[in-house]
């Protein structure tokens, strides 16, 4: 009973230990020729995606049923980042598979043909390989293709479509899916985040909670937010303002419990209309805001 004691007084300290030797573990493949555009490689446990997309409500928090389409219309977003969309509605489903389609795809020439079949797109988000997720993927799919879209992030922008093309052979069940290399800019340096995959998959099926995770995955200290900008950030489209509180807080408290069962830190307290969340950094954030707290600040006039 003793020895069994101790074992479970160290789980803290063992698993501090995992995360650092995962934080640190060699990058899959190595970067290609300096003259081919690529992706910035990241670590397995994480996908990246833009700011912008995860500030707006480009991948929204949609409930199930019929989708809007939308035609060329500006769609909620934060200061600095501008989204036109046209095409169906997307959802954080459509999100998990555009981040697994990169995450293949960062090993290679951007721009490039991905070869990959539904068996490892569907591991790669966590997916059996089953006809009904087969069918779920391909009108995802269909949709990434179908969409249209102006982003305007920081100095850079990219008119075009989440997915260039992509084929498929029904035999094979091996597609073929292409990315526009103009995407690149939007992987720049700070205009990029690293999502925690395995929190993201503790809250699938929860478009809100997936959300609000990858929304404060981008701010490396969040700053208090009123309850309807979320909401409305999030694409939500629910006009009552108190079953929509009610919706925020269980969401909230999903994100907390995910976090927690993977040892990182988030918690949050909403005092009157604003929401306050309190977070750990990532390690590129902390670097970050290190950078920010040495840089000499210009006296005022």
């Known amino acids: 009973m003793k020895k069994l004691n101790e074992l479970l007084a160290r789980i803290p300290e063992m ?18 020729p300096k003259n081919v555009v690529q992706l910035p490689l990241w670590p397995e446990p994480v996908r990246a995606v833009p700011n912008g997309f995860l500030r707006s409500a480009l991948f929204g928090a949609i409930a199930k ?53 539904s068996y490892a797109l569907l591991k790669l988000m966590g997916k059996t390989d089953t006809g009904k997720n087969r069918v779920t993927l391909n009108k995802r799919i269909t949709r990434l ?26 035999e094979t069940q091996e597609w073929v899916i292409e ?23 503790e809250l699938d099926g929860q478009q809100l909670a997936q959300w609000l995770h990858g929304f404060y995955a981008t701010h490396a200290k969040p700053f208090p937010m009123k309850v309807e900008t979320l909401l409305n950030l999030s694409g939500g489209e629910n006009a009552d303002p108190y079953s929509g509180k009610q919706k925020l807080r269980k969401a909230l408290d999903a994100v907390v419990e995910a976090s927690a ?21 990532s390690g590129p954030q902390r670097r970050h805001l290190a950078k920010k707290a040495t840089k000499p600040r210009k006296p005022r006039a």
């Open 15 to 32: 698993q501090a230990r995992a995360k650092q030797r995962a934080e640190r573990e060699p990058l899959p493949g190595k970067p290609l």
């Open 65 to 117: 049923g019929k989708r809007r389409y939308i035609d060329g219309e500006q769609l909620a977003a934060l200061d600095g980042v501008e989204i036109r969309y046209t095409g169906q509605r997307l959802d954080q489903g459509d999100l998990d598979v555009w981040e697994s389609v990169l995450h293949a795809v960062r090993l290679q020439e951007l721009g490039s043909q991905c070869r990959v079949t």
């Open 145 to 170: 293709v179908a969409s249209a879209l102006t982003v305007k992030q920081g100095r850079y922008s990219y008119i075009g479509s989440l997915i260039a093309g992509a084929a498929k052979d029904e």
């Open 179 to 201: 990315l526009d290399a103009k995407l690149r800019p939007l992987y720049a340096a700070d205009q990029f985040t690293q999502i925690e995959w395995a929190v993201r998959q």
């Open 261 to 281: 069962a993977h040892g990182e830190g988030f918690s949050y307290d909403i005092r009157g209309d604003l929401v306050h969340v309190e977070k750990r950094a």
